[in-house]
């Protein structure tokens, strides 16, 4: 059975951070990314932040030097640092996995930026 849960979602102040984690079970083949998307209210999902199994990150423009992804696609980990949270990063934050057959998705984490 395939799982993705995510963690550390919250309530926090503008300016503040939060850490986010994502631990998957049961994913084969190998994981060739894993990244983290955002779903506010009323708007689509959208990509927030890559981490491919060589290393590499890809960021949106916005959260670009406030964000960070790490993880260990083998181990089927991955994380998000927020740093310099806003309110307009409120959203349910979804982890994401992606293998040469399947996409992977978890169930969600909320993450609200309070003014």
């Known amino acids: 059975q395939v799982q993705l849960v995510e963690s550390g979602g919250g309530l926090v102040q503008t300016g503040g951070s939060l850490r986010l984690s994502c631990a998957g079970s049961?994913?084969?083949?190998?994981?060739?990314?894993m990244g983290w998307y955002r779903q506010a209210p009323g708007m689509r999902r959208e990509l927030v932040a890559l981490?491919?199994?060589?290393?590499?990150?890809d960021y949106k423009d916005s959260v670009k030097g406030r964000f960070t992804i790490s993880g260990d696609t083998a181990k089927s980990a991955v994380y998000l640092q927020m740093n310099s949270l806003k309110p307009e990063d409120t959203a349910i934050y979804y982890c994401?996995?992606?293998?040469?057959?399947?996409?992977?998705w978890g169930q969600g984490t909320q993450v609200t930026v309070s003014t």
């Open positions: 994401k996995a992606v293998t040469s057959a399947h996409a992977y």
């Open positions: 049961g994913i084969v083949p190998r994981i060739r990314s």
């Open positions: 981490f491919s199994s060589g290393g590499s990150t």
